[in-house]
């Protein structure tokens, strides 16, 4: 995964383990692109661990064990 280095992506990706974050630029976006394209063990490693995050994030027993717990915290916070 190369991602765009914005906010969202620092507070869910661990750079360099799960995906490469480039900077918010067509350049250097196209640079990290190359370097992944070159290196194909790279690019299984972050391929996998893409894979392995995506499948944990947005599995749908995860998301909606995820959502249930939200709706808890904001009931049991009420007066």
Do not use: H, Q
């Amino acid at each position: 995964m190369v991602v765009s280095d914005l906010k969202w992506a620092r507070d869910e990706l661990v750079a360099g383990e799960n995906a490469l974050l480039a900077p918010f630029d067509a350049a250097a976006l196209a640079a990290t692109i190359e370097s992944v394209l070159a290196d194909p063990d790279l690019g299984r490693r972050l391929g996998a661990a893409g894979r392995a995050l995506a499948a944990a994030e947005l599995d749908p027993a995860a998301c909606t064990a995820r959502i249930d717990a939200l709706y808890r915290e904001v009931v049991e916070a009420r007066p």
